[in-house]
């Protein structure tokens, strides 16, 4: 915390939904196609071409709005918001500016700085993406309009963030409900998901806002909080020079770390908003907004509690399981199969995680199905193999694809459990070893490790340890 200036921040974030087709027409908008070969007369801006919203951009964006506790506007309208580049081929962005679809909502985030906080959210409205330009090393450009018309939602926080970690906090929940959702694939790389940041300074105490700096299409929460950092010290320095901070339109450059100047900041009157005359207004009915409502998943904030509550599972273990859709679905799965969710949870998080981690796969990439784990835990639960020796079974079904019972069966791993054969294995680690028995009668008592340990080792891990344990404890008792 800088000691003489508050640091003030709102975050404009476009968020590329997952629809098939663009927003006002029926082209495709896969990524990574060849340029210009997902285009129409109304991507291209072509006299006398009209665009057709579609329904499920508005679906997605009444999705967006209730999980960010906003207000669904009954009527919206769309704008068109006037600027020249060459990626724009109407000379206009279809957008929505003085009547969004959503409004006043707001995100509760907690960093270890200033806790708890709950952040409001301005608006969030519908709009069109432009086109993408495309340089070479001869110095000669290109324009690709596959990407022009694709739908984005914007989402306009207040300039309610005072540090770059609650800046950071802010987005990483607002993508994890996107994600949540199914509107947005969340992929920071390729666009999906990208950032604007306004930030500015003032004095402790001063309630008017200082100038901003807008710094563009930050696209990974690392090069995010750099650019934010970089910035704050950047106006303090112009400050304390006793110069004005400008307001402008900054780049971040990652590779070097600083922000460089593109162009003055317009203000809205710049763009000369006005209706689209092609669009009606939009009527949303509550019954419209019910039927989405309806369909919402049970997002991260509500399936932490409920782990918490429900399943009894630690604050920690709840976190990093929700933390994901798809590892929730897995997780409730497997504990539909195996009714024991902490330990469950151990397996999820220990070493399905780790070997998708050591493999670079996701949660649906795993081979391991929750039947297939399921397996694996009631062979344990019915002491048929012990943890080890599951530790084993894991391994192998993942390779295989088998079930737990068809490795146990073809390796002979079932545990031994017959007191007796256990009892001979015993006397023999026992009388092997007269200098320790010695020791741990004279009081040694964490040599126990050793001699489960022994009869571990000379079962080849299928005894069980619980039975050893007590076979050894009575035995050197005598």
Known sequence: MNSRYEVVIGLEVHVQLTTKTKIFCGCSKEFGQFPNSQTCPVCLGLPGALPVLSRQVVDDAIRAGLATNCQISPHSIFARKNYFYPDLPKGYQISQFELPICEHGWLDIETQESGKKRLGITRIHMEEDAGKLLHNDGGNSSVDLNRACTPLLEVVSEPDMRSSDEAIAYLKQLHQIVVYLGICDGNLDEGSFRCDANVSIRPWGQEELGTRAELKNLNSFRFIKQAIEYEVERQIDVIDAGEKVVQETRLFDPDAGVSRSMRGKEEAHDYRYFPDPDLLPLQVSDQWVEEVRQQLPEMPTAKRQRYQGEFGLPEYDAGVISAERPLTEYFEALVKIYDQPKICANWVMGDILGALKDKNLSIAQCPITPELLGG???????????????????????????????VIEEKGLKQVTDSGAIESIVDEI????????????????????????????????????????????????E
């Open 430 to 477: 026992i009388a092997a070893n007269p200098d320790q028995v010695a020791e741990y009668r004279g009081g040694k008592d964490k040599l126990m490790g050793f001699f489960v340990g022994q009869v571990m080792k000379a079962s080849k891990g299928k005894a069980n340890p619980g039975m050893a344990n007590q076979l050894l404890k009575k035995k050197l008792a």
């Open 376 to 406: 694996i835990l009631q062979r344990i639960g019915d002491n048929t193999i012990s943890g080890k020796i599951a530790k084993t079974v894991f391994e192998d079904v993942w390779k295989s694809g088998k079930t737990a019972d068809q």
